[in-house]
């Protein structure tokens, strides 16, 4: 993977998007269904596309909006339907155009009361609290939002009545139908004017950030926070959780500077990733590089990404830990300090997390649950109390309430990133040091994760490696141990291949959403034997490529 040599920079005003140019293509640009690239297509985190490439037009947004209408009308979804936004050119254009066909077919829609951006877990939160108890007039959503893709995406998600991401079965259905609207011009969706839209009596204002901010002690130890005055440091990165931030540290008195309070759908303010593109990580040592200049002003430091569904933290000690690190930490400090969860509860993580995680499960006699790439596996685990936190490698996560039950089944950056702080409060070392005692007792793992184009008929060739793809028994001069095309808490496909063996592994599958694939892998020992492990997992999957 070469880094760009413009990576950590601040971006040149050549790069910017034209905001105006967008959102004409979002409506004057038609999408061809015959072209794949053009067609609806859910991956891991819904429909996504720029209105530059017709991947995101208006005709989508309408046609994907109809065909949830159906599916809660096939399935008796009839309570409100939660609907936030984020911050990205083309999310305003999609609110509009989503509430056009929601009003038409009288559905109870939940808007934001102050005409404000609504983060990911905001909404499911919304749907569990509304549902809690309930047996019928379920609730549901829709988040506006490509994640943290650059500024000319936009995206668009469904979370069903359990508040998580929308499985396959039902995005596949979202899929088929919005397709086949499309394809018939359109013919078959109801719309309404926006100003009669926005006016009708089935939309309702919602207090959202009130709500949200409100239940947080449920979760999070913010007395500890308070009491300690950690000095913490927030950037919403441009974000949706811009003015959740605020709302946090002045209800809670907590010591909070949020150092960036700037809405701009270019995102100008941000420092360009690895590959020279702006995009809104805050795993991203590049991305963050601001953040990370500011470690020496605070205890802790967080961000978000646009949709705030996922976390970063710079620890005053380490700087921004990696992802696998700080769920590592979290894992380790939850387990310890939830005395309401049950000793059942279980630790989620995906197939391609680092097994430091492993270890760490092992020492607190908790059981680990490895499940695909994806957070919806981790929905149902997290309402039926079997799983007291779920993660992912690219910084996401959610954790039970203190008292055990469910907070939320989509991914939280704003919970992972105060707990942190109360890690911070309550132990007097930050998660920096937190990690490097882990690794005194566990060792250092050495984790990479390649990007390689690869066309979509190599692709669907990489998601079918067998385990016959891989003809030795070794793996780097150790004998392996386990050859996965099955996730090991669930049984669920991994959409790809995991070679085991004592002190590594290495991971390798299709991306949901780009012509790329990907190779993870880590290795126990040293920089050298991750080296071999990722020298020899190319080599497999070079020659699956190939044979395509």
């Given at each position: ?88 050119a ?38 569990l ?9 379920l ?83 913010l ?20 003015a ?33 593109q ?20 605070f ?7 646009t ?8 620890s ?10 700080y ?18 509860i ?61 907070w ?79 996730a ?5 496909a ?5 070679v ?49």
């Open positions: 993977m070469e880094v760009s040599k413009l990576a950590g920079k601040p971006a040149d005003p050549s790069l910017l998007i034209n905001v105006s140019r967008l959102i004409t293509a979002y409506y004057t640009r038609r999408p061809d269904p015959s072209v794949p690239a053009q067609r609806v297509v859910f991956g891991t985190s819904g429909h996504r596309g720029s209105a530059l490439d017709n991947a995101f037009n208006e005709a989508h947004i309408l046609a994907i909006t109809q065909a949830i209408c159906l599916y809660r009308k096939q399935h008796n979804i009839d309570g409100p339907l939660y609907i936030g936004m984020d911050t990205h083309l999310s305003e254009p999609a609110f509009a155009s989503a509430l056009e066909v929601l009003a038409a077919n009288g559905v109870d829609v939940m808007v934001d009361a102050d005409n404000g951006y609504t983060p990911t877990p905001v909404i499911s939160h919304a749907i609290t509304y549902n809690r108890g309930r047996k019928s007039g609730a549901d959503g829709i988040v506006i939002t490509p994640s943290h893709n650059p500024p000319r995406f936009g995206g668009f998600k469904y979370n069903p009545s359990h508040g998580g991401p929308a499985d396959t079965q039902v995005t596949e259905w979202i899929e088929r139908q919005g397709n086949a609207f499309i394809t018939d011009g359109l013919r078959g969706v109801a719309r309404v004017p926006f100003e009669r839209a926005r006016s009708a009596s089935t939309v309702h204002h919602h207090g959202y950030l009130d709500s949200y901010v409100r239940d947080l002690p449920a979760v999070i130890d007395q500890a926070i308070r009491e300690s005055k950690v000095r913490i440091g927030v950037d919403p990165l441009g974000g949706a959780s811009v959740y931030w605020d709302a946090i540290g002045d209800r809670f008195g907590l010591n909070l500077e949020v150092v960036n309070h700037t809405v701009d759908p270019t995102f100008s303010f941000m420092t360009l990733d690895w590959d020279g702006i995009r809104m990580d805050p795993s991203s040592v590049y991305a963050m590089a601001r953040m990370i200049g500011l470690k020496e002003r205890d802790v430091a967080f961000a978000s990404d949709d705030a569904d996922r976390h970063g933290v710079v005053h000690s380490h700087g921004l830990l990696d992802p696998n690190h769920l590592s930490v979290a894992i380790s400090y939850l387990f310890a300090n939830r005395p309401q969860w049950s000793e059942s279980a630790v989620g993580k995906t197939v391609v997390s680092s097994s430091m995680i492993d270890r760490v499960v092992n020492k607190l006699g908790r059981r680990l649950v490895e499940v695909p790439v994806g957070f919806k596996w981790f929905v149902q685990g997290l309402i039926d109390r079997l799983l007291g936190f779920g993660g992912e490698e690219s910084s996401g996560a959610t954790f039970l309430r203190c008292d055990g039950t469910v939320t089944t989509d991914k939280d950056g704003l919970v992972p990133n105060l707990l942190a702080a109360e890690i911070t409060a309550r132990t007097g070392k930050d998660p920096g040091k937190h990690y490097q005692e882990l690794t005194a007792e566990f060792g250092t793992p050495y984790y990479v994760r390649i990007d390689a184009p690869a066309t979509p008929e190599q692709k669907a060739r990489l998601e079918k490696l067998s385990p016959e793809a891989v003809a030795t028994d070794r793996l780097a001069g150790e004998p392996i141990t386990a050859k996965l095309t099955a090991l808490g669930n049984d669920a991994i959409g790809g291949l995991k085991v063996a004592a002190n590594g592994w290495f991971a390798a599958r299709p991306s949901g959403t780009e012509n790329i694939y990907k190779i993870y892998a880590e290795s126990f020992k040293d920089q050298a034997h991750l080296d071999a492990i990722v020298s020899e997992a190319r080599e497999i999957v070079n020659k699956a490529l190939a044979r395509s």
